[in-house]
C-alpha cells in the first residue's frame, strides 16, 4: 500500500528514540507533524530536534486532527480514547516493536488472523479507520504462513 503523504496530515503518539527520528524525518521531507508524548522529557527532545514538529498536548485532539497516526510507544498508545468520538478516515500504523500499540482499538476485531499482515478496517457510525499491516510493526518485516 502506497500513500500519498505530502496530502496527509500525520501525528506521531510517543517520541522516544524511534518516535522523535520518525517526527523528524517526516518533518524534514514533508514539512509538518504534530506529536503527542506524556512525558515532557521526551516532548522537549523531539522539540530540539527539529523546529517545524508541532507539539499537542491533548492525545484526542492529536488524533481527530491527523490523517495517519504512528504509534511508537511500545505500549497500548490509544488506551482511554473514546473511539465513538474520532470521525473520518483514519490510518494506523505502528513503529512499535510489537503488536500492542494499537491493542484497544483492535480488541472488538480479535477475531482477525493474527499472522495476517493486511489492514484491519474498523468501520463506525461515523469513521473509517484503517489500521495498517493488522496492527504490527510496518518497518519490522513478518513472515506469513
Do not use: W
Not at 496530502?7 to 518533518?27: F, Q, Y
Not at 521531507?29 to 530540539?48: K, P, T
Not at 489500521?131 to 519490522?140: D, E, K, M, R, S
Amino acid at each position: 500500500m502506497s500513500l500519498p503523504l505530502n496530502h496527509l496530515r500525520i501525528g506521531v503518539i510517543g517520541t522516544g528514540a524511534i518516535g522523535a527520528a520518525a517526527c523528524n524525518a517526516i518533518a524534514q521531507r514533508y514539512g509538518q507533524v504534530s506529536f503527542y508524548d506524556h512525558d515532557l522529557n521526551a516532548v522537549s527532545n523531539a522539540l530540539r530536534l527539529t523546529s517545524s514538529a508541532i507539539y499537542q498536548p491533548d492525545l484526542e485532539a492529536l488524533v481527530a486532527a491527523a490523517d495517519l497516526i504512528i504509534g511508537c510507544t511500545g505500549r497500548d498508545c490509544l488506551n482511554g480514547l473514546d473511539f465513538k468520538k474520532i470521525s473520518g478516515q483514519k490510518i494506523f500504523a505502528s513503529l512499535s516493536s510489537g503488536d500492542v500499540e494499537f491493542a484497544t482499538l483492535l480488541a472488538p476485531c480479535s477475531n482477525s488472523s493474527s499472522n495476517s499482515i493486511e489492514p484491519i478496517i474498523i468501520k463506525g457510525a461515523s469513521s473509517d479507520l484503517t489500521v495498517l499491516y493488522g496492527g504490527f510493526p510496518i518497518n519490522f518485516l513478518r513472515a506469513t504462513r
